[in-house]
């Protein structure tokens, strides 16, 4: 089974650009997860997707925002970008299991974003 | 999600077995303990994950001490391909897929 992917891998924008960055889950996954992983922060949660609906939100400010479509693939937007929003943005795909179970999460590769 | 405490950094030499201790001293019961680790800028690869039992499979073993307090990684023979940085991770069956993580322990397995 093909793993999560993300595209692109890697990115550079320009303060107060956009960028959307792509992942598709595992297949039969339905349940996809973003994270940001800073140096100075490491590894922290963004949101969650689950059936096309936003399940779970980290404290992130409004300017990143996600979707996801019919087939669970996802996209993440960051609008306005600072130079603090330069990290790697990790997807994470899993079931999850019925009534609700949580399951194991798998990451893609991640999306390097450079903000200059 | 209860907090995990690891050591900053570890050092193991090839072929031997890494043991990897974590303390997560507020476990609740439905609270499973989940291993994952980073090789440098990729993201981070599942490893193993258990409640009460101990687990083993074909990258590692996961002691859980009988209180489940505290939880031992395991690689029994360490090579130069391990050397990453291994997060322990405590998460609550129901719900949420987020996953809280800390700065974990960063292995290195020395020729």
């Known amino acids: 089974k093909a793993g999560v992917t993300q595209t692109p891998r890697y990115l550079i924008k320009t303060r107060g650009q956009q960028v959307t960055l792509s992942c598709s889950p595992i297949s039969g996954h339905r349940s996809v997860s973003w994270y940001q992983q800073t140096p100075g922060q490491g590894l922290q949660f963004l949101f969650e997707?689950?059936?096309?609906?936003?399940?779970n939100k980290g404290n992130f400010p409004g300017r990143f925002s996600g979707r996801q479509f019919s087939n669970s693939r996802s996209e993440m937007n960051v609008s306005t970008l600072e130079l603090g929003d330069s990290a790697l943005y990790l997807c994470a795909s899993s079931l999850p299991l019925a009534g609700g179970t949580a399951d194991t999460q798998y990451f893609g590769p991640g999306t390097r974003l450079t903000v200059l | 999600d209860a907090k995990t405490t690891q050591p900053p950094s570890m050092d193991c030499a090839e072929g031997r077995a890494a043991n990897l201790p974590c303390n997560h001293s507020?476990?609740?019961?439905?609270?499973?303990v989940y291993w994952y680790r980073q090789i440098h800028s990729q993201g981070p690869q599942y490893i193993i994950h258990g409640l009460k039992n101990n687990e083993t499979n074909e990258m590692a073993s996961l002691i859980i001490t009988e209180d489940r307090k505290s939880s031992t990684l395991i690689l029994p023979h360490a090579t130069l391909r391990d050397t990453a940085v291994y997060y322990c991770i405590v998460r609550g069956i129901q719900g949420a897929q987020k996953l809280v993580f800390g700065q974990g322990t960063r292995l290195t397995i020395n020729p």
């Open positions: 507020t476990i609740s019961g439905n609270e499973y």
């Open positions: 997707y689950f059936s096309e609906t936003q399940r």
